[in-house]
């Protein structure tokens, strides 16, 4: 008998190679495609006192921050890593994936506040010497302002009586220190506060802050986010209904503002408005919007808007939403139905007008008889003698009652 | 536009077959509105079955035995009809008369 030899390592490098081959369509392309391996440095820096000598170690005097590396191929994550800067903030990560499309996030939490910055990978001088601002925090509000506001009544549904509405606001932070509002609860006024209309719903709100959170107040919405130095934008979305022909979108801000601008589409007739200026006519996205303008609003001053004109659902509208019907098809079938069955119970009932009903005075039918045919003859020979029935209209009604008579005498003949 | 579009056919639909109630078709409706022009017909009819029935004789379809009896009965149903027509034109007349004396005595 033949001794057969087993070679184990034989066995193991080959397992390895089948698993090798089976596992590549699973491996992203972008990793497969990566040419090099390339390393991120930079620094973090107190961007509060920039100006001092000893501005890096005033950082790591107080909190030493983790950096932390997340590596994306479109949204999937790919690669995660952390560390923690030297004495000097200088941070460094190495033998990191390169490939087209990859997305670079780093982020840095200090003193409680996230920061984050996206780099992609197309700009290759972005990802060495880094600087990455951490600021000091306040809870203070003094050096934030709102720089700019608008609103733009965007679509009207006159179906439902409803607007939506899109509103972009710049918050300001002009000092040189992270605003993080006192959460504790013992300065409920320590938010950013913003207005919304009474009964208004499906609030959508985007912001380039970092880790942006809210909270419903009595009548609109708190930022409870913190606010780093510059500038910061606020964009939010809404719908908001009208009962009558008119809505009163009139606000008040709690911080100061320099401009307020108010954007109303066609389908409103009518903008009453106290303060703001009426600038004519701009257009967005190829349709024509009508602005209005106010500048240098102070903190509580009232901005009045109240739209009027606006446009009532049609009966077929109200109709449909009376029944609840939400689709048109349903509607048509439900309004056949119930037409038909209408007429169906009128005929019943013999309440259908005829074609060619007969007059009053010649009110006689098949079952009349002689005599009153007789009569109805006369009637008619009188008043076309009196010029009341033309020609036409005499000879078609008195050959009717006539045949009507000696038809009668013909079937009485035959039997 | 959908709406109107929808709205029309609804309408032309409902029109179309409610149409059969709004008309009148009564049963006692005769098939002929003239009584003159019924009598005619009738009389026309019974001269072909004549023509039909001394053709069929010529030709031999029919006997002489046959032809005799058929023959008597549309004749006499001719002259029934002969008789029914002159005095369906009297009746006109009389209902004419009957209409002018009633008019007299209104006046």
Redesign the interface.
């Given at each position: 008998m033949k001794e057969i030899r087993i070679n184990l390592r034989s066995i193991f490098f080959g397992v390895l190679t089948l698993v090798f081959f089976f596992s590549l369509p699973f491996v992203p392309e972008s990793i497969l495609a990566a040419d090099n391996l390339i390393s991120v440095n930079g620094s973090v820096v107190n961007g509060t006192d920039e100006n001092s000598e000893d501005f890096v170690l005033t950082l790591s005097g107080k909190e030493k921050p983790k950096v932390i590396l997340h590596v994306f191929n479109k949204e999937e994550l790919i690669d995660t890593r952390s560390t923690v800067p030297d004495q000097s903030g200088s941070f460094i990560f190495e033998n990191i994936l390169s490939g087209e499309g990859l997305i670079y996030t780093l982020t840095t939490v200090y003193l409680g506040v996230q920061h984050s910055s996206p780099i992609r990978i197309t700009d290759q001088s972005q990802l060495s010497n880094v600087l990455f601002k951490v600021y000091e925090t306040t809870e203070e509000m003094d050096k934030l302002s709102f720089r700019e506001a608008s609103m733009l009544l965007m679509n009207l549904d006159r179906s439902k009586r409803a607007i939506s509405v899109f509103e972009t606001i710049k918050i300001s932070n002009t000092g040189d220190l992270t605003f993080v509002p006192d959460l504790s609860g013992e300065n409920p006024m320590n938010f950013i506060r913003f207005p919304l209309p009474s009964g208004a719903v499906n609030l959508d709100v985007q912001s380039d802050l970092t880790d942006a959170r809210l909270v419903q107040v009595d009548s609109g919405f708190a930022l409870v986010s913190p606010i780093p130095p510059g500038e910061n934008s606020l964009n939010f979305t809404y719908v908001v209904f009208y009962e009558n022909d008119q809505l009163d979108l009139s606000r008040k801000y709690r911080e100061d503002l320099d401009i307020f601008r108010l954007l109303v589409s066609n389908d409103i007739e009518s903008v009453n408005t106290d303060k703001m200026k009426d600038l004519g006519f701009t257009g967005i996205a190829n349709r024509p919007y009508r602005l209005f303008s106010i500048t240098n609003i102070s903190e509580e001053e009232n901005i009045d808007i109240v739209l009027s004109g606006l446009p009532q659902p049609t009966l077929?509208q109200r109709v449909k939403d009376f029944f609840g019907f939400h689709s048109?098809g349903l509607f048509?079938i439900a309004?056949?139905a119930v037409?038909?069955c209408t007429?169906?119970i009128?005929?019943l009932l013999g309440k259908?007008?005829?074609?060619?009903k007969p007059r009053p005075e010649f009110n006689v039918n098949?079952?009349s008889s002689r005599t009153k045919l007789?009569?109805t003859?006369?009637a008619l020979?009188?008043r076309f003698e009196l010029g009341e029935t033309n020609l036409e209209e005499y000879s078609a009604a008195r050959?009717?009652f006539?045949?009507q008579?000696?038809?009668k005498?013909?079937e009485n003949?035959?039997q | 536009m959908v709406v109107v579009i929808i709205v029309v056919m609804v309408a032309t639909v409902m029109v179309i077959v409610s149409l059969p109630f709004f008309l009148k078709f009564s049963k006692d409706q005769p098939l002929y509105k003239d009584p003159f022009e019924q009598i005619g017909n009738e009389r026309n009819s019974l001269y072909q079955s004549i023509r039909i029935l001394e053709n069929d004789f010529l030709v031999g379809l029919v006997s002489v035995e046959e032809y005799q009896p058929r023959f008597d009965t549309i004749r006499s149903e001719i002259a029934n009809i002969l008789r029914l027509e002159d005095e369906l034109g009297k009746e006109s007349n009389s209902i004419e008369k009957e209409i002018r004396l009633l008019r007299e005595k209104k006046k």
């Open positions: 077929f048109l048509t309004l056949m037409s038909l007429v169906l009128l005929s259908l007008p005829y074609k060619n098949i079952s007789l009569e003859l006369v020979d009188d050959s009717k006539k045949n008579i000696l038809r005498w013909l003949e035959r | -």
